[in-house]
């Protein structure tokens, strides 16, 4: 009988121990998770803030379908007209008479996909075209991904 107790209480403690630690085990990869997972969520809310307050502008149409194209890879990295680096990835374009820092809502008429991008450099160069959308805001609303050109409705964030 003493044997049986004594071996009842032993594999209770043992199973204790481990559920324990596999316990830990679980509470230490959650919370890396909700750590990686609470810093990913704080930038996008950030983002969404951002482009909540464009959003609820009044946005005055500028122009219809105006041709938009995107600028080259070989220009990543290089100095814009306004003196800012340019980058493939952020939300920005090119105008030729638009003020640098204008907030603008570029919409693809086909899809009726739209980007907020800021002005930030001049061009684009070509008597066809009216604007030069960074890569990733022409890829955003294409809806022919291999296309070099797309119609687009030009509306200018008013204060």
């Known amino acids: 009988m ?6 009842f209480f032993l594999v209770a403690i043992i199973s204790i121990v481990s559920s324990q630690s596999s316990l830990d085990r679980q509470k230490a990869t959650v919370q890396k998770d909700t750590l990686k997972k609470s810093k990913i969520a704080v ?12 959003s609820l502008g009044k946005f005055k149409i500028y122009k219809k379908e105006a041709h938009a194209s ?3 890879d070989k220009f990543n990295g290089r100095r ?4 800012r680096k340019f980058d493939n990835n952020k939300y920005t374009a090119a105008h030729k008479k638009l003020p640098f820092g204008t907030k603008v809502k570029v919409t693809n008429e086909k899809n009726g996909k739209s980007v907020i991008v800021e002005i930030t450099d001049r061009g684009p160069f070509v008597k066809s075209r009216e604007i030069d959308l960074s890569k990733r805001a022409f890829m955003d609303i294409a809806s022919n991904k291999s296309s070099g050109g797309i119609l687009v409705t030009i509306a200018v964030l008013s204060n």
């Open 43 to 54: 930038e996008q809310q950030e983002n969404k803030l951002d482009s909540l307050v464009i």
């Open 80 to 83: 814009t007209t306004s003196g």
């Open 70 to 72: 995107y600028y080259a």
């Open 2 to 7: 003493k044997k049986s107790i004594t071996l």
